[in-house]
């Protein structure tokens, strides 16, 4: 079985780490995510992406410019095991010659500051792929709850991961930088948008988008994740839902009670978004890199688990098919 997983921050990893002092290196690090383990657990496609923290970064593009180098370095050093992607049929050449395939992506769309031309100079480099928002609002809209409130000392930001914002969606600017790179050919991400957001951008757009790595609200009530009627929509655009392997974002558990077994969970999500929105609209968003180690699936190398754990529940060999890798690639063959 081969696996496209849209979502990791493997990159922003070693970036952070090699400030440090570290000599980590992509083809083997201590991480989630590296050659040998993308290997040796059935890599087909691997999203990269470029995490930039807005409210930490001095210059955000800046900081996002030096991550992206450091990834074009790292393919460069391991050009036969991993090439990157910048149109559809860059992954299909990869696989017939054996090597596994990088999709460059942002996470957090206020690196480009509004600027539209800032946004072309990001496809120019290769992304392919970027997350409208992460916690913090920014010029393109605002995000399903705000890290900063989060954190605030008179505690009711601790409510905000239940409390879904349906007032504040994309920006003016926003509506124009979605309608561009929907022109261009840059795939839309919703995760960490707002429920208004979301919304808009279905107006705004008429091609398929992604939430690269969301799981289910009904299953576990994160504003993180997707409400059905959010699954049903972006299923009828022909969009894809990244399962998410964050345990925040799979179980709630009670107070002092650890979340269910990460594989079980997992499957719970997708059993439910399978009924909602149809096997076709399911995928792969491991969070690998950016999420606390998952129980069950402690790196990559693990992904086989995985379908074993859905094949144990019933699920048919190409359906599997479908969310390890098919329904990914439909959508990139459409996007880019």
Partial sequence: MKFADMHCDTISELYRK???????SLYENSGHIDLKKLKAGGALLQNFALFVNRERAEDPMEEALEMADLYYEELAANSHLIAPVRSYGDIEENRREGRISALLTVEEGGVCKGSPAQLRNLYRLGVRMMTLTWNYPNEIGYPAFSAQAFSHPDGDGALLYKKADMEHGLTERGRE??????????????????????????????????????????????????TDDMIRRLAERGGVIGLNFCSDF????AMGQPVPDT?????A???????????????????????????ELPDYSYMPR????????GMRQGDMEKIFSGNVLRVYREVI
Wanted: negative net charge; glycine residues 8%.
């Fill in 18 to 24: 090699k400030k440090l002092g570290s000599q980590e």
């Fill in 177 to 226: 930088l979605v309608a561009e790179m929907e022109r261009m050919g840059m795939i839309i991400d919703v995760s960490h948008l707002s429920d208004r957001g979301f919304y808009d951008v279905l107006e705004v757009t008429g091609k398929p988008f992604v939430a690269s790595h969301s799981n289910a609200r009904a299953v576990c009530p994160w504003v993180r994740n997707l």
């Fill in 263 to 267: 594989l079980e969970a997992v499957a």
């Fill in 306 to 313: 995985l379908a074993e754990a859905l094949e144990n529940r």
């Fill in 269 to 295: 999500h997708a059993e439910h978004i399978i009924r909602v929105g149809g096997v076709e609209c399911l995928g792969l968003g491991s969070d690998f890199d950016g999420i606390p180690t998952p129980s």
């Fill in 250 to 253: 799979l179980a709630e558990a």
